[in-house]
């Protein structure tokens, strides 16, 4: 079993910036493919970046160019860098890990564990 906690959200000005971390514990997550999800109200949650153990990485292209997914295997943690927030970033990120390794899976049916969100406002 692997519990994931975030951290790092909160209100910032469209154009600002914000780091998200993802604390993984319980047991080691080698191995494992980290993602980050977000969910605007009224909204389905949706993709947002995956990064694999040996940092393979692929984005929703809506956050290209804009936000950064790294990990830290000795922490076993993971990050989102985000830069130039638009209010349209505006949700509740989730931190979800993907036990199987394989590919950088986007839907949220083929992760495992989930973290219990940390909110980011975008205020224009």
């Known amino acids: 079993q692997v519990q994931l906690v975030e951290s790092g959200g909160g209100l910032v000005q469209a154009g600002g910036s914000l780091r998200l971390s993802c604390a993984a514990s319980g047991r080691s997550f080698s191995g494992y493919v980290m993602g980050w999800f977000r969910q605007a109200p009224g909204k389905e949650r949706e993709f947002v970046a995956a990064?694999?153990?040996?940092?393979?990485?692929t984005y929703v292209d809506s956050v290209k160019g804009r936000f950064t997914i790294s990990r830290d295997n000795a922490k076993n943690t993971v990050y989102l860098q985000m830069n130039s927030l638009k209010p349209e970033d505006t949700g509740v990120y989730y931190c979800a890990a993907d036990r199987a390794g394989w590919g950088l899976p986007t839907r949220t049916s083929l992760y495992d564990y989930w973290g219990q969100g940390t909110q980011v406002t975008v205020s224009s």
């Open positions: 990064i694999t153990w040996s940092s393979g990485r």
